[in-house]
């Protein structure tokens, strides 16, 4: 079993950045961080799906960066040059195996889900 915690959502202006975290608890292999705007479905957004493996959106690549504490067994997603197309509520997810590249973005590839944090982004 594995639990989820994200912490470091919040409000910025157009170009902004944050840092997000997601504090894992038990042993998580594949770990990928998702949003859902208002009105959106769910999306990935950034992917490690293998220790050597990490696959971004389109729509983020460049601007946000996955990473992981293996001793602290934390997350971080860095989110850079912010655009009002970015706020929505970001979601951490982990597989208790480790997946392919094909299914990085698949929701159902991933069992444990935190709450989220809501990153709002303004004009």
């Known amino acids: 079993q594995v639990q989820l915690a994200e912490s470091g959502g919040g409000s910025v202006e157009a170009g902004g950045s944050l840092r997000l975290s997601c504090a894992a608890s038990?042993?998580?292999?594949?770990m990928a961080w998702f949003r859902q705007g208002p009105g959106k479905e769910r999306e990935g957004v950034a992917a490690?799906?293998?220790?050597?493996?990490?696959t971004y959106a389109d729509s983020v690549k460049g601007r946000f960066t996955i990473s992981k504490d293996n001793a602290k067994n934390i997350l971080y997603l860095q989110l850079n040059g912010l655009k009002t197309e970015d706020a929505a509520m970001y979601y951490c997810?982990?597989?208790?195996?480790?997946?392919?590249?094909?299914?990085?973005?698949?929701?159902?590839?991933?069992?444990?889900w935190g709450q989220g944090t809501q990153v709002t982004v303004s004009s």
């Open positions: 490690r799906v293998s220790p050597i493996i990490i």
């Open positions: 997810a982990a597989a208790g195996r480790w997946i392919g590249s094909a299914q990085a973005f698949s929701a159902h590839s991933y069992a444990y």
């Open positions: 038990g042993v998580a292999f594949a």
